[in-house]
C-alpha cells in the first residue's frame, strides 16, 4: 500500500516537475536555428502563467509599427476591430480604420472603387504583391509580421536582439551590397537597413523613444498579434489547472478507497 | 467478449437485450471484466490512449468545420481558427498538443510491452493490431502536419513523399500518385485531408478489435503468470475505473499544462509561416515522435537502403512474438534482459536526439551505431538472451505470497 502511494505521488509530482521544468527550465539564454547565435531573454509583462500584455508598450508598440515598420512589412491577419484589446474605444478604432484606404467593388457598375478602411477590414499591405516588396527592398522580401514572435526561434527576446543587433561589421566581415551587419541574424548581413534610430517616433505619452524602448514596444505589440488570446487562455489555464488539481486528490482518495480491500 | 454475468429486471433493458445484446457486452467490457489485481500503473496507459484517441476525435471534427484544404487558403484558415472561431485557439490547441501526448502515452504503451513480455502467447495478435494501430497513428499525424499548410507541412510532405521515388522503376510513378501532380500542391492537400479525416476511424475501429483481443486472452500483468484462480483477479469496475481515472486526472493536468502554458513548445517555429515553395527551411525536421525513425532513415548512405532500414525498423516489431525465445515474460524475472530492455530505451532516445540534429560530424557515426545496436537488439540479443538466461524463480500465482522481494 504504502509503495503505491508513493509511486502514486511519485507519478504526479514527476510529471509536474517535468513540464514545469520543460517550461520554466528554459535557459535565460535562447539560441537561434542555425548558426549558434545567442540572444538574451529580456523580463517581459507578459511572460509566466499570470503575464498580462502591457497596455500603455502596445499602444507605442502600434505606433512604431504604424510609422516605421508598416512602410515595409504587412500585417494582413489583423483587423482593426481587435485594436480594441489595446485599450481603443469604438470611436479610436473607426478613426484609426479611417487613415486608411481599401479597394472594393464591384459596385452597381462593376468597377472597383476605393473607401475609407472601417473596423472590420484588415491592416493594409504596403506593397500589391511580393514581387513588388521584393523589387523595393533590394530582391529581399521582408515578412508578414503578424505571426512573426511564433514564426522565430527564441520569439520576442530574438525580435527584440534583431531590432538592437544593429552595429558596424568587423573589419575582415565582407558585407554584401545592400546589407547590413547584424549582430543576432543568422549570418549577419541581413537585407533590411537598420529601421529604429533614436527619437525616430514621438509617442504621445511622452516616453523617450530610445531605439531599446521602440524595440521593446514593437516587441510586446507583435506578441499580441501573433496570440491575441494569449491573456484569455493563461487566465483559464490557471482555473482549469486548479480544477484539475482538485480533482485529482479527490479521485486518489477515491482510489485508496477502493482498493482499501484487495490485498 | 468475456462471459457475461448480466441480469436485471428493467424490462426495457431486457426488451433490449434480447433483440441486440450490447448491454451485456459492455457489461462484461468495462464492468465485470475480470482484472489481475496486481496490474501496476503501467497498464493504465490503454485506457489513456483510448481517451486521447477520443480527444483527437472530437477536437479535429471541430477544426474541419472551419478549415479549409486549399493551399491558398489552409494557413489563412488556421489563423481564423486561432482568431476569430469562439474558442478556437484552445480546440486547436488541444488538438496539436493531444496528438503528441497521444504519441507520448503509446510509447510508454509499447515499451510496457516489451518490458513484460505481453506480446508471448497467447497475445501475438493482440500486439500486432497494437502496431498496426501505431502504424494508422503515425500515417495520420503525418497527414495532419501537412494541413496548416505552414513551411514544415510543406517541406515535410515533399521530403518524406519523396523517399518513395527510392523504389526501383516505379518509383517516381508512386510519387507523382501519391502527390496527384508533379509536385506537392493543391491535390495533395485535399486528398491528405481526407485521409486524415479518414484513418481515425480506422483506428477507432482497430481499437475495437484491438480490446475484443485483450478481453479474449486478457490482460497479462506484472509478473507475467498467468491468472490460474479467481482470487487473482478483481472486477475492472470499481477497482480499474478509480485507478484509471488517476492517471486521466495526470494526464489531463500534464496535457493543459502545455495547452494554456506552453502551446507551441512542441511544434516548429517555422510552421507559423506560409509554405513556400521557393524557401527551403534551414532544417527540415518531422515531428518529434517520428524522430528515431528519421535518424534509422538518415544513417544508411543509400537512398533505398534508409528507406528498407526505416520501414523494417517498424516491420521487426511485428516479428518480435517470435523473436523472444524466453520462456517467461516479465523483465522482473530476467536479469539479463532487463539490462538490454534499458539499453534499448536508451538507444532510441539517442535515435530521436541524432533525428533531431543535421547529419554531420559525429552525429553520423553515433547514428549509425545506435541504428545497428537497434537491429542487434531484436535480431540478435532478443533470441540469443532468451536462450541462454537463467530467469528468476517465478511466483505460484498472482495471489500466492510472491517470493522474495517482489510484495508491494
Ligand atoms: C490507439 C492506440 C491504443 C489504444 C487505445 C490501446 C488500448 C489498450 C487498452 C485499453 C489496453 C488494456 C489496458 C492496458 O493494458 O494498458 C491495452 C492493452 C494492450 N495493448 Fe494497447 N492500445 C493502443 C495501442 C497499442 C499499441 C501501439 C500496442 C503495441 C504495439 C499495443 C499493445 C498492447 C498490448 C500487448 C496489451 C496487453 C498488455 C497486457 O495485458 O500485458 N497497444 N491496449
Request: net charge negative; hydrophobic share 50%.
Amino acid at each position: 500500500m504504502m509503495g503505491m502511494l508513493r509511486m502514486k505521488i511519485g507519478l504526479v509530482i514527476g510529471s509536474v516537475v517535468l513540464s514545469a521544468g520543460l517550461w520554466l527550465g528554459a535557459p535565460a539564454t535562447a539560441t537561434a536555428a542555425g548558426g549558434g547565435i545567442t540572444f538574451e531573454k529580456q523580463k517581459w509583462q507578459h511572460s509566466g502563467p499570470f503575464g498580462t500584455f502591457d497596455r500603455a508598450a502596445m499602444v507605442r508598440g502600434l505606433q512604431v509599427y504604424t510609422e516605421v515598420c508598416a512602410a515595409c512589412h504587412s500585417l494582413d491577419l489583423v483587423a482593426f476591430r481587435t485594436l480594441s484589446a489595446l485599450g481603443m474605444s469604438e470611436d479610436d478604432v473607426k478613426e484609426f480604420a479611417s487613415d486608411y484606404e481599401v479597394e472594393d467593388g464591384p459596385d452597381n457598375e462593376g468597377e472597383m472603387f476605393d473607401r475609407e478602411a472601417v473596423p472590420s477590414d484588415y491592416f493594409v499591405a504596403p506593397y500589391a504583391n511580393d514581387k513588388a516588396a521584393r523589387a523595393s527592398n533590394n530582391g529581399a522580401f521582408p515578412p508578414d509580421l503578424s505571426l512573426i514572435t511564433k514564426a522565430r526561434v527564441g520569439g520576442e527576446d530574438y525580435l527584440y536582439a534583431l531590432l538592437t543587433g544593429y552595429e558596424d561589421e568587423p573589419e575582415d566581415f565582407e558585407l554584401g551590397d545592400g546589407m547590413a551587419y547584424n549582430k543576432y541574424y543568422s549570418g549577419h548581413q541581413i537585407a533590411m537597413p537598420q529601421p529604429l534610430f533614436e527619437e525616430h517616433v514621438e509617442y504621445d505619452d511622452e516616453t523617450e523613444a530610445t531605439v531599446e524602448q521602440m524595440s521593446r514596444d514593437v516587441s510586446v505589440f507583435l506578441t499580441w498579434t501573433a496570440e491575441p488570446a494569449m491573456e484569455d487562455r493563461k487566465r483559464m489555464g490557471v482555473k482549469v489547472l486548479i480544477f484539475l488539481g482538485i480533482m485529482l486528490v479527490l479521485l486518489v482518495l477515491v482510489k485508496r478507497r477502493v482498493w482499501s480491500g484487495v490485498h | 467478449m468475456s462471459g457475461s454475468t448480466f441480469e436485471t429486471d428493467n424490462k426495457l433493458v431486457n426488451w433490449f437485450e434480447k433483440r441486440l445484446p450490447i448491454i451485456s457486452l459492455m457489461h462484461g467490457a468495462v464492468v465485470v471484466y475480470p482484472t489481475p489485481k496486481n496490474l501496476s500503473w503501467w497498464w493504465t496507459f490503454g485506457s489513456l490512449a483510448g481517451v486521447a484517441l477520443v480527444i483527437m476525435m472530437a477536437t479535429g471534427i471541430i477544426l474541419a468545420m472551419h478549415y479549409t484544404p486549399h493551399v491558398d487558403y489552409a494557413f489563412l484558415s488556421v489563423e481564423h481558427i486561432m482568431r476569430d472561431v469562439n474558442y478556437g485557439w484552445l480546440i486547436r490547441y488541444v488538438h496539436s498538443n493531444t496528438g503528441s501526448l497521444f504519441f507520448m502515452v503509446v510509447y510508454i504503451h509499447i515499451f510496457r510491452g516489451l518490458y513484460y513480455g505481453s506480446y508471448k502467447d497467447p497475445r501475438e495478435l493482440l500486439w500486432i493490431i497494437g502496431l498496426l494501430i501505431y502504424v494508422l497513428m503515425m500515417a495520420t499525424g503525418f497527414l495532419g502536419y501537412v494541413l496548416p499548410w505552414g513551411q514544415m507541412s510543406f517541406w515535410a510532405v515533399t521530403v518524406i513523399t519523396n523517399l518513395f521515388s527510392a523504389v526501383p522503376i516505379v518509383g517516381d510513378a508512386i510519387v507523382s500518385w501519391l502527390w496527384g501532380g508533379y509536385a506537392v500542391g493543391n491535390p495533395t492537400l485535399n486528398r491528405f485531408f481526407s485521409l486524415h479525416y479518414l484513418l481515425p476511424f480506422v483506428i477507432f475501429a482497430a481499437v475495437i478489435l484491438h480490446l475484443w483481443a485483450l478481453h479474449t486472452s486478457k490482460s497479462s500483468n506484472p509478473l507475467g503468470v498467468e491468472v490460474k484462480t479467481p482470487q487473482d483477479t478483481i472486477p475492472f469496475h470499481p477497482y480499474f475505473t478509480a485507478k484509471d481515472l488517476v492517471g486521466l486526472a495526470v494526464f489531463l493536468i500534464v496535457l493543459f499544462f502545455f495547452v494554456f502554458f506552453a502551446p507551441n513548445y512542441m511544434g516548429h517555429p517555422d510552421n507559423y509561416i506560409t509554405a513556400n515553395p521557393m524557401v527551403t527551411p534551414a532544417h527540415i525536421v518531422p515531428e518529434w515522435y517520428y524522430l528515431p525513425f528519421y535518424a534509422i532513415l538518415r544513417a544508411i548512405p543509400d537512398k533505398l537502403g534508409g528507406v528498407i532500414a526505416m520501414f523494417g525498423a517498424i516491420v521487426i516489431l511485428f516479428l518480435v512474438p517470435w523473436l523472444d525465445t524466453s520462456k517467461v515474460r516479465s523483465s522482473r524475472f530476467r536479469p539479463i534482459y532487463k539490462q538490454f530492455f534499458w539499453i534499448l530505451v536508451l538507444d532510441c532516445f539517442v535515435l530521436g536526439w541524432v533525428g533531431a540534429n543535421a547529419p554531420e560530424g559525429h552525429f553520423i557515426l553515433i547514428g549509425r551505431l545506435a541504428t545497428a545496436y537497434y537491429f542487434l537488439h531484436f535480431l540478435v540479443i532478443l533470441p540469443i538472451v532468451g536462450m541462454i538466461e537463467k530467469p528468476l524463480p517465478l511466483p505460484e500465482s498472482i495471489s500466492q505470497p510472491v517470493l522474495k522481494g517482489e510484495q508491494e
